[in-house]
C-alpha cells in the first residue's frame, strides 16, 4: 500500500494543489485545515509523513509538532513562509525532519517528500547491529540509543547525526559531512548541525555521559568514548 500523507494546510488552494501532486506521485493523503484537525487525523489515520504549515489557525504547527514528536517518530515536513535562519533551526530542533519556505514548487516539495520517506524506510529495513561509543548503544532499525541501557529522546535528526558519528568512534565529522548524512536534499544551514549536537549534548550529560560527544575546534565534532 502506498505512504498516507497528511497535507496540514489552511489555504484551502494551496492545500488542493499539494495534494494533487501527492496522489500524481502515487500517494494516498489526508487533509486538515487548523491545529486541532492535525492532531485529531494523525491519531485516527497514522499517516506515514505529515506536511506542517507552521502558521496555523488556534494551535500552531509547532505546537502541533511538540505534540506528535512526544508521541513517537512520524516524519514531518514543516511549509513555513518564515525564511529566517532563527525560524528554521526552531523547527528542526523540535524534531522537523526537514523543512520547505514558501512560495515553493510542488515538485521540490515532493522530492523532499520522497527523500524523507526513503530515509525512514531505510532506517526500518535495516539489518546492520547495533552500533556501540562506550555505554552508548544504537540501534538504527528500531531508531533508539540507550546509554547505561537509559533511553535517549532524540529527535530524527539528532538520531540521524549521532548514529552517523558512532560509524566511526574518534573520526572527527566536519559540519558539511554530518548535515549530508542528516539532512541530505534540504537547504539548512550547517549552523542547525551545531544546535542539534548542542540539545544531544545536553541529554547525554542528562545521563552522564557528556564526555561522549566532542566539539573539535575548526572541523565540527566526534563521538569517542573516554579511554
Known sequence: MSALILIVEDEPQLAEVLEAYARQEGYRTERAADGLMALTAYRAAHPDLILLDVMLPGKSGLDVLKTIRADGLTPVILVTARA???DQI???????????????????????????LRRATAALESNEKPLRVGELEIDRRAVSARVHGYPLALTPAEF????HLAQAPGRAFSREELLAAALPESEALERVVDAHLASVRRKLEAVHAGGLLHTVRGIGYRLEASA
Do not use: N, S
Open 90 to 116: 526552531v523547527g528542526l530542533e523540535l524534531g522537523a525532519d526537514d523543512y520547505v519556505v514558501k512560495p515553493f514548487r510542488p515538485r521540490e516539495v515532493m522530492a523532499r517528500v520522497k527523500a524523507v
Open 160 to 163: 540521524r547525526l549521532l548514529a
Open 84 to 86: 529566517e535562519e532563527t
